[in-house]
């Protein structure tokens, strides 16, 4: 018996191990896209700020584009996390999409190396943009909007080119200081609008989200 606990635990041990080089293998390749840029960076690079040999690399990652679509994945799914437990108690599917673009626009004024990384991840790892835990929420969103009359764009492929198109260049416009608050309740509304909502609704909406937001965020400061 004790031995059966012995090797459970150790397979455990094992897992974390795992699980921390791999994190300490994108959070590196975050830190070197960031200094250096994407297109001048080779796996190499990864490995030298991560500490680890080529065969540890090969063990996770079998090249740099799979190190993207990661770093994609990781970045998303951190935001996530906090969204889900933020939008809880929002019940139609627009304002929960609302709430979901106005945060990640705001991470992105708010962090730009987070939406430097995220904006090189995603948009080398196209056509798959995001993994399947970001799509599954999305596509949930999407079809509960639909089901509740809200959104009418019924190809799911069609849509999530809509929402991520914009963002990417709305995140761009951000890190430029081209988008100021009022350009960013635009453009939520718009993509609400493109996905087949009413414009004054889409408008109202995006509004009061954004008053939401940043009253959360208020309040996450003033805790921390």
């Known amino acids: 018996m004790q031995r059966e606990v012995d090797l459970v635990r150790r397979a455990e041990i094992g897992r974390e191990r795992r699980a921390r080089t791999r994190s300490a293998i994108i959070q590196a390749a975050i830190e070197v896209i960031a200094e250096k ?26 090249a740099k584009t799979s190190v993207l679509s990661a770093i994609a994945d990781d970045l998303m799914d951190s935001l996530n996390a906090q969204i889900i437990e933020e939008s809880q108690d929002i019940e139609n599917a627009d304002e929960r999409l609302a709430w979901i673009l106005h945060r990640v626009l705001e991470r992105a004024d708010r962090d730009p190396t987070w939406a430097n990384a995220l904006l090189v991840a995603v948009w080398r790892n196209a056509p798959n943009i995001v993994g399947e835990t970001t799509m599954g929420y999305l596509l949930a969103d999407l079809n509960l909007g639909r089901d509740q ?5 019924m190809d799911d492929t069609v849509s999530a080119s809509i929402i991520f198109g914009s963002m990417m260049f709305g995140m761009r416009a951000v890190l430029d200081q081209q988008y100021g608050v009022e350009q960013r309740r635009q453009l ?20 009061s989200i954004h008053k939401r937001c940043q009253a959360a965020m208020a309040n996450f400061t003033s805790e921390y």
């Open 149 to 153: 009359g809200l959104f009418s764009v």
């Open 188 to 207: 939520v509304s718009q993509i609400l609008v493109a996905l087949g909502a009413q414009q004054r609704r889409a408008e109202i909406v995006s509004e």
């Open 37 to 62: 840029g994407e297109e001048s960076v080779t796996t190499q690079d990864f490995m030298d700020r991560a500490g680890v040999s080529r065969g540890t690399f090969y063990n996770y990652f079998d």
